[in-house]
C-alpha cells in the first residue's frame, strides 16, 4: 500500500525568507501524481502545486516549486520570499496513476511564519 | 463560477442518532469523496464515487455510508453517531483528464460533534 510520510509536524520561517518542507512516499508504481495542499485556519483545503511523476521537470507555481526526487521518493515544496498569509497546515498527498484520484495524505506540516 | 458546498457547516448531535452530511458540486465531475480529519491523521478516505449508481468504500468506512443518485450530489449518512466519529468532514470532487491526471476541489467542511 502506498505511504506518504511528511516528517516535520512544525516549521517556522521568517517573512521573506524560503523554507523547505519535506515529503517522502512509498509506491511501487511508476505512474502517479503528487500534490501539495494548504489549510489555513480557514480549513479550507486549496491546492498549491500538483507533479505528474512523467515529468522529469519540477512544477512551479509563481513562489512555490517542488523538489521532486523519483528515484529516493522524495517530493518537497519550497516557498520563497514568504509571506504571513502562507502560514497554515501543508498536506502532502499521493495520486496512484490507476486509482482514478484517490488521494493518499499526508499527515501535515504546520508553517508558521513569523514577521 | 463552479463550486462544491457542504451542509450544514457545524452539526452537533447526540450519540445512537442519524446525521447526514450533504455534498453538492457544481463542476460536473464524476469522482466524488468523503474524508475526515483528525489531529494526528490527516485526511483520511471514508467512501468514494465514480458516477451516478457508483460507490466504494475507503480507509475508515466503518460507521458510514452514501448514495449517489446523481452527478452533483454524495450525502453521507452515520447511521448510529458515535463519539469517535466527532471530526472535520471534507467532499471533494475530481475528473481525471487523460494523460493529466486529475485536481481534488475540496469543500469547505463540516465540523461534527458527538456528544
Known amino acids: 500500500a502506498q505511504t506518504v510520510t511528511q516528517s516535520q509536524p512544525e516549521m517556522s520561517v521568517q517573512e521573506a525568507e524560503t523554507v523547505t518542507l519535506s515529503c517522502t512516499y512509498d509506491?511501487?508504481?511508476?505512474?502517479?501524481?503528487l500534490f501539495w495542499y494548504k489549510q489555513p485556519p480557514s480549513r479550507q483545503m486549496i491546492l498549491v502545486i500538483r507533479?505528474?511523476?512523467?515529468?522529469?521537470q519540477n512544477a512551479t507555481e509563481n513562489r512555490f516549486s517542488v523538489n521532486f526526487q523519483k528515484a529516493a521518493k522524495s517530493f518537497s515544496l519550497k516557498i520563497s520570499d514568504s509571506q504571513l498569509g502562507d502560514a497554515a497546515m501543508y498536506f502532502c498527498a499521493y495520486s496512484g496513476g490507476g486509482s482514478q484520484g484517490n488521494l493518499i495524505f499526508g499527515k501535515g506540516t504546520k508553517l508558521s511564519v513569523k514577521p | 463560477d463552479a463550486e462544491i458546498t457542504q451542509s450544514p457547516r457545524h452539526k452537533i448531535t447526540e450519540t445512537g442518532r442519524q446525521v447526514t452530511l450533504a455534498c453538492h458540486q457544481t463542476?460536473?465531475?464524476?469522482?466524488m469523496f468523503w474524508y475526515r480529519q483528525d489531529l494526528g491523521h490527516g485526511l483520511r478516505l471514508i467512501h468514494y464515487?465514480?458516477?451516478?449508481?457508483?460507490?466504494n468504500k475507503g480507509e475508515v468506512s466503518d460507521g458510514y455510508s452514501v448514495s449517489r443518485s446523481n452527478t452533483e450530489d454524495l450525502p453521507l449518512t452515520l447511521e448510529s453517531a458515535a463519539s469517535s466519529q466527532t471530526s472535520v468532514y471534507f467532499c471533494?470532487?475530481?475528473?481525471?483528464?487523460?494523460?493529466?491526471?486529475?485536481?481534488?476541489?475540496f469543500g469547505p467542511g463540516t465540523r461534527l460533534t458527538v456528544l
Open positions: 509506491t511501487s508504481e511508476s505512474d502517479y501524481y
Open positions: 471533494a470532487s475530481s475528473e481525471v483528464l487523460a494523460g493529466e491526471g486529475d485536481t481534488q476541489y
Open positions: 507533479q505528474e511523476a512523467y515529468k522529469q
Open positions: 464515487s465514480y458516477g451516478v449508481q457508483d460507490t
Open positions: 463542476w460536473n465531475h464524476n469522482n
